[in-house]
């Protein structure tokens, strides 16, 4: 059976039509595919810039709810009050993290094929690198699937959820894996694209280190 016709307005130009359904086309099929998996058009924080607060539910929790992103009280769909005092034993802050030492958040997406592969390198740094704040924040996806998955891989960082996505938009998450390499208080140093080798991430990462030392942080003795 053919696919039914779309019809083009009155007065509408041949051209002009066509581009228009190319662009709605398109529009579908960048909200249908979500986070890709390679890196052109990728963005992330620009260096320097500070890092958007949040605080999400950890995936291994039994608390639900959508991200809090609000800088202020009383900011609707963004948060009654500040995301930075949003705190507990069952929620992943970003400010509390940068107020502990430089910070590495990755973001996953569950569709991301070997997304979490690269995730995983991300299990020894603690211990290379004493005080660095590692985090993993996934973008939207089922929360039973992520679960499963953070157990599967034996991950021992925390890991949130972030059940509408708005962190991709705040953080500008365009591809999976996606990681945020951030100094001592919350300024991002740099930001990696796709995979990433073991001496590439602690390159990154020492950077922040180097770069947090400077403004007065002090590694944990």
Not at 73 to 80: H, I, M, R
Request: aromatic fraction near 6%; charge should be positive; glycine fraction near 14%.
């Amino acid at each position: 059976m053919s696919e039914p016709r779309v019809p083009r307005p009155a007065g509408a130009s041949r051209y002009g039509w066509f581009v228009g359904v190319v662009m709605v086309l398109a529009v579908v099929y960048v909200t249908l595919n979500g986070i890709r998996t390679e890196s052109p058009g990728a963005r992330g924080l620009d260096p320097g810039e500070g890092l958007p607060p949040f605080a999400v539910p950890l995936v291994l929790s039994d608390l639900e709810g959508d991200a809090n992103v609000a800088t202020g009280a009383g900011q609707g769909e963004a948060g009654g009050r500040p995301a930075c005092g949003v705190r507990g034993p069952e929620i992943l802050n970003i400010c509390q993290l940068a107020e502990r030492g430089p910070v590495v958040l990755a973001f996953l997406a569950t569709r991301g094929g070997d997304c979490a592969n690269t995730i995983d390198s991300l299990r020894g740094i603690a211990g290379r690198h004493p005080g660095v704040q590692v985090a993993v924040v996934a973008i939207r996806g089922d929360r039973g699937e992520l679960r499963d998955l953070v157990r599967s891989r034996g991950w021992d960082f925390p890991v949130g959820h972030d059940r509408d996505g708005v962190l991709a938009n705040f953080y500008g998450v365009s591809v999976c894996p996606q990681i945020t390499y951030a100094r001592w208080r919350g300024r991002a140093q740099s930001t990696s694209f796709g995979k990433i080798g073991a001496r590439e991430l602690d390159r990154r990462v020492e950077q922040a280190v180097a770069a947090s030392r400077r403004t007065g942080w002090e590694r944990p003795r």
